[in-house]
């Protein structure tokens, strides 16, 4: 077994593999111990008295961790709607729309490509169209962005579906500047910001989206299957989840009905977004605050990009400025065609040849639209410098050898 580089002094909270060199908390996150053990507190409260915690307890837990999640990321807690993931938030959003015969939906090749599927389907139900911008990679500036998406927009342009920051390629998208600009067209805008708390300091509010979804589960580091969904003031009434409960037909005057929708959608394990407060408090500890361990990842993130970019002598595929806490390289080969989604297995054979050989779990995969093939490295505290040495060091010997 190759000597493995050392992670951070931080990585004791976690349980990641230690004969792993962990590159990738962007795909899934990582709950460290902490977090887990205040879940657990919470089930263990749950299984006490299962009737008094769904029937009386759940909301004003609920309310108290809403609370914090809005404060953390700059809305109101009124517009917060608890969900399992970002995924079924777009799914939902799709659900409360009226499309018509001949709209268009507008979303770009670097968006997940669940929620590509997502509007395909919608638009293929109601006769609809998607459109996809190209956007360029490597990208020089948030004005390739901007105009990739500005370029594609049409009189009949309903909504268009915008990363806050894209799973494939890692870019910071200029997501201010372009709600102001659709919204100028009375164009809806929803913003899937998966990757977005915890990387940069996020304010949903000023962002004037008219939804805004979120993971929680990968950056704050809160229990899998946690994340939510804002709605803005305007689209509120007459909102409704996928699936209504039993109380869906109950009328609350002491509670709002949005509220009430989104708060219980059936039986299931609500710990996960009750330790949705415990793992903001946490997580903004290990350095002292939210805004250095923001700055301690974005600076750990260019300086690995720095690091491999140099070992293979290319070039950094973005300015900085569009770099949150991951960055995605662009590394010789043909990227294929899946982008990567195969099931059962890496997409690529460089990944695997980097898990089973160097013992290191990173992403390569493509963008399919523009035939590249990339590799993608994240930076949480648990990582250091001399992880991205050791990457450099074997992709390096993999390359060659192709």
């Known amino acids: 077994m190759p000597t493995l580089p050392n992670p951070s002094t931080h990585a004791h909270h976690w349980r990641i593999d230690p004969d792993i060199v962990f590159l990738n908390h962007g795909s899934y996150g990582a709950c460290p111990l902490p977090v887990l053990e205040a879940q657990r507190r ?8 299962l009737v008094r915690f769904f029937m009386l307890d759940v909301e004003g837990m609920l309310d108290t961790a809403r609370d914090a999640l809005a404060a953390f990321v700059g809305c109101d807690a009124e517009g917060i709607a608890f969900l399992p993931n970002v995924t079924q938030a777009v799914a939902t959003v799709i659900d409360n729309l009226e499309l018509n015969p001949g709209d268009e939906i507008l979303v770009n ?3 997940y490509s669940a929620c590509i599927s997502t509007f395909g389907r919608a638009a293929k139900r109601a006769g609809a169209n998607v459109v996809r911008a190209t956007i360029p990679f490597p990208t020089k500036s948030s004005d390739d962005i901007y105009n990739a998406v500005m370029n594609a927009v049409t009189d009949r342009t309903r909504i268009v579906l915008l990363s806050h920051i894209t799973s494939p390629t890692a870019l910071v998208f200029p997501v201010d500047r372009l709600v102001v600009a659709l919204r100028a067209k009375g164009i809806e805008v929803l913003l899937d910001g998966a990757h977005a708390p915890g990387q940069i300091d996020l304010d949903v509010r000023a962002t004037n989206a008219h939804y805004y979804a979120a993971n929680l589960h990968k950056w704050p580091c809160c229990p899998k299957g946690s994340a939510f969904l804002w709605v803005h003031p305007e689209r509120r009434e007459g909102f409704e989840p996928l699936a209504l409960s039993a109380r869906a037909h109950l009328d609350r005057p ?3 009905r949005f509220r009430c929708l989104f708060d219980y959608i059936g039986t299931d394990d609500y710990t996960r977004f009750l330790a949705v407060p415990d793992a903001l408090e946490f997580m903004g500890s290990l350095e002292g605050s939210w805004d250095a361990l923001r700055a301690r990842n974005h600076a750990l993130a260019l300086q690995g990009r720095t690091i491999i970019c140099d070992a293979l002598g290319c070039e950094p595929a973005t300015p900085d400025d569009l770099v949150g806490s991951m960055a995605t390289i662009v590394v010789p080969g043909v990227g294929l065609a899946s982008g990567g989604t195969s099931p059962g297995g890496y997409e690529d054979p460089l990944q695997e040849r980097l898990v089973e050989d160097h013992k290191i779990q990173v992403p390569v995969w493509s963008l399919p639209s523009q035939g590249r093939r990339l590799l ?7 990582n250091t410098a001399e992880q991205y040495e050791y990457l450099a060091r074997a992709l390096k010997q993999e390359l060659s050898r192709e």
């Open 42 to 49: 919470y089930r263990d409260r749950m299984e006490r008295e």
């Open 376 to 382: 993608r490295i994240s930076a949480q505290a648990y």
């Open 254 to 256: 002491d509670r709002d």
């Open 109 to 111: 090749d670097h968006e």
